[in-house]
């Protein structure tokens, strides 16, 4: 189901299909530094965590993170959306992009469009953004989408703290 389109994107629900596509994200090198290992190795890995993670989350909270592809042909670039978490008193945002689509404007378009439908159709009033402290493309994304930083916190499960960005609606 197509959630939003931009000028190059189409942004969709994951699904089955695409757990090729999801388990190779989340293997990417970058992905396991930044984001953390969710310990996918396979396809069958992926389908299990689309649908306890991410089909869940459209199911509970009516958003969550949204499948990226270019429309000119129907290329999965990387997925960006929302995410409710336990340790948060606001949903956040979160993307992540194959790193041979970087530095191609795709987080940008795909992320400025998600926090639009997140103020108009979702009538969010506080989004939030956590990235790993030594992310400077994030941390630079974050900034051009106009979330500011609030300080250091501690993400269950990971090692060292995070940064906290936020922008009021």
């Known amino acids: 189901m197509t959630v939003l389109t931009t000028e190059r994107l189409s ?38 965590y689309i649908e306890d993670r ?3 989350s459209y199911r509970e909270h009516g958003f969550g993170l949204y499948l990226v592809e270019r429309k000119a042909d ?22 992540a ?11 940008f378009e795909a992320a400025s ?16 953004a956590i990235t790993a402290a030594e992310n400077p493309a994030s941390i630079r994304l974050l900034g051009k989408l106009g ?3 609030e300080g250091m916190i501690v993400v269950p499960g990971t090692p060292a703290p995070s940064r906290l960005f936020q922008l009021e609606a």
């Open 74 to 95: 129907v290329v999965a670039v990387g997925i960006c959306g929302f995410v409710r978490r336990d340790f948060l008193e606001d949903v956040d945002i979160g993307f």
């Open 11 to 48: 942004l969709r629900q994951v699904c089955a299909a695409d757990a090729e596509f999801i388990r190779e994200l989340l293997n990417e090198p970058a992905f396991l530094q930044n984001i953390g290992d969710r310990g996918v190795r396979s396809p069958e890995d992926a389908a299990r």
């Open 147 to 149: 979330l500011h930083f």
């Open 54 to 56: 991410m089909c869940a």
């Open 97 to 107: 992009f194959l790193e041979r689509y970087w530095s191609q404007g795709y987080a």
């Open 113 to 128: 469009a998600v926090m639009e439908y997140g103020r108009t159709a979702l009538g969010l009033r506080r989004i939030l």
